[in-house]
């Protein structure tokens, strides 16, 4: 007998018709899980991700929720960026408690530019107790070039492939030299701000936030790298994440979207473990 069921659930953000999927436990915890989907892919995920960890979870007992956003998957409108969303996460929060009404509290889940919707907008609404950030998009072309620089020249530098190609003539040397030229440059470049960069912004969301955080990262991501650089090279962003009520987790070997079933199950334990704490 199945400890849970899946039912479609319909709702209105302004003059779109959004769908959704809800997994709902027979016996439902107060805590419920929303799934922002990053863009652009709908609420099934990379290699299902979203649609094993939202079975997985109400297997033990938590109900979840995931959704396509405006202009994503089934849902109607104008696409989205991530960052302007807001709107669609209170309506998928209201569609959520309405469906499942055992539901008391909502923890945002999100991976890459869906984490950092959740940093954007969850400080905003109160029925949000708990985000679950996965390998955060913290990308601005200095962060990139940077991580390029530090990640993945040097990582090139000490494979057997690259020394192979060197030796039998078969390395590009100008493409190569170029864009390590381009990533230098931007790096040392100044840009003038017109607003405040992505990552500012998410700081600026998390100090406002006062519920719970777990942050998991991928070590084999590019992304992942970019916002633990982000977080090393600055004191704020230790001290938040340094405070009370955060917990973080890394994967050493996994790559961006978890592709490995031992990946996905070790991130979706996790999830479990830390939604079952008070």
Same mark, same amino acid.
């Given at each position: ?33 929303? @799934?922002?989907? %990053?863009?652009?892919? !709908? #609420? ?8 094993? $960890? /939202? ?110 190609? @060197?030796?039998? %003539?078969?390395?590009? !040397? #100008? ?8 990533? $230098? /440059? ?93």
């Amino acid at each position: 007998m199945s400890t849970y069921q899946e039912n479609v659930v319909t709702f209105r953000c302004h003059d779109a018709s959004l769908y959704g999927i809800v997994s709902r436990p027979v016996a439902c915890s107060e805590r419920g899980v929303l @799934v922002i989907v %990053g863009g652009p892919q !709908y #609420r099934v995920g990379a290699h299902r991700q979203f649609t094993l $960890l /939202a079975r997985a979870l109400a297997t033990n007992g938590i109900p979840v929720m995931r959704f396509d956003y405006r202009g994503m998957g089934d849902s109607d409108g104008e696409t989205q960026g991530f960052n302007d969303i807001q709107d669609d996460l209170r309506a998928a929060v209201d569609a959520f408690m309405q469906a499942v009404p055992a539901v008391r509290e909502v923890v945002l889940w999100g991976l890459c530019d869906a984490a950092s919707a959740a940093c954007l907008h969850g400080p905003g609404d109160k029925r949000i107790t708990g985000m679950i950030l996965i390998n955060p998009w913290v990308r601005t072309e200095t962060s990139q070039a940077r991580a390029y620089l530090k990640h993945y020249y040097l990582r090139r530098f000490v494979t057997g492939a690259f020394w192979r190609k @060197v030796v039998t %003539g078969k390395f590009g !040397y #100008r493409s190569a030299l170029e864009s390590l030229g381009a990533n $230098l /440059a931007k790096v040392m470049e100044r840009q003038p701000q017109k607003s405040k960069p992505l990552p500012e912004l998410m700081y600026d969301g998390l100090a406002r936030f006062g519920g719970r955080l777990l942050i998991i990262t991928s070590g084999s991501d590019l992304t992942a790298q970019e916002f633990e650089d982000t977080v090393s090279a600055s004191s704020a962003w230790q001290q938040l994440l340094d405070r009370e009520g955060v917990e973080r987790r890394r994967l050493p070997d996994a790559d961006h979207t978890f592709s490995r079933q031992a990946w996905r199950d070790q991130v979706a334990l996790w999830c479990q473990q830390w939604l079952a704490q008070r």
